[in-house]
């Protein structure tokens, strides 16, 4: 782990919160003056701590109404890996891209408007040279869906 004190660890956590709320604001809740605060938040970016600042959307409420989760074998005769990896993160519909251990290899996580659309992307990998195998699964309700929370609990320590 990164080494944080408690100051930095209060102001990622307050930057987990809301990240919108001007550095004054954050100063005062968390004891440190605003100078100090935009320090830390340059020292914590530049560290590679904080990849960047950014609202969370719902893609339900965008228009991205079904998500599922793609589970690719690969071909271990195959040079799956180097020919295929950027061309499925230029995939704009993934938003998750996971070397997975287990039966299967890879795991992606998409995002579309529907099935004609999930369809089309599943396609697209099929044609992918060294896809063996492919299983699909349609997420139908989210239960939890915060990334968050393992962060929280490590600066909460």
């Given at each position: 782990?990164?080494?944080?004190?408690k100051?930095?660890?209060?102001?990622?956590?307050?930057?987990?919160?809301?990240?919108?709320?001007?550095?004054?604001?954050?100063?005062?809740?968390?004891?440190?003056?605003?100078?100090?605060?935009?320090?830390?938040?340059?020292?914590?970016?530049?560290?590679?701590?904080?990849?960047?600042?950014?609202?969370?959307?719902?893609?339900?409420?965008?228009?991205?109404?079904?998500?599922?989760?793609?589970?690719?074998?690969?071909?271990?005769?195959?040079?799956?890996?180097?020919?295929n990896?950027?061309?499925?993160?230029?995939?704009?519909?993934?938003?998750?891209?996971?070397?997975?251990?287990?039966?299967?290899?890879?795991?992606l996580?998409?995002?579309v408007?529907?099935?004609k659309?999930?369809?089309?992307?599943?396609?697209?990998?099929?044609e992918?040279?060294g896809?063996?195998?492919?299983?699909?699964?349609?997420?139908?309700?989210?239960?939890k869906?915060?990334?968050?929370?393992?962060?929280?609990?490590?600066?909460?320590?």
């Open positions: 782990m990164a080494n944080l004190n100051l930095d660890k209060k102001l990622l956590l307050e930057l987990l919160q809301d990240c919108s709320r001007p550095v004054s604001a954050i100063a005062s809740r968390i004891g440190a003056t605003r100078q100090t605060v935009s320090k830390r938040i340059r020292r914590l970016v530049e560290s590679g701590i904080i990849r960047g600042f950014s609202a969370r959307l719902d893609p339900e409420v965008l228009g991205l109404g079904l998500r599922a989760l793609i589970l690719i074998k690969e071909d271990p005769k195959s040079d799956f890996r180097s020919k990896e950027e061309k499925m993160k230029a995939l704009r519909q993934i938003s998750g891209f996971y070397y997975i251990f287990g039966r299967y290899d890879v795991v996580e998409v995002f408007e529907d099935n659309e999930l369809k089309s992307i599943v396609k697209e990998i099929h992918l040279e896809v063996r195998e492919t299983e699909t699964m349609i997420v139908h309700s989210i239960i869906d915060n990334r968050e929370d393992p962060l929280i609990r490590i600066l909460q320590g």
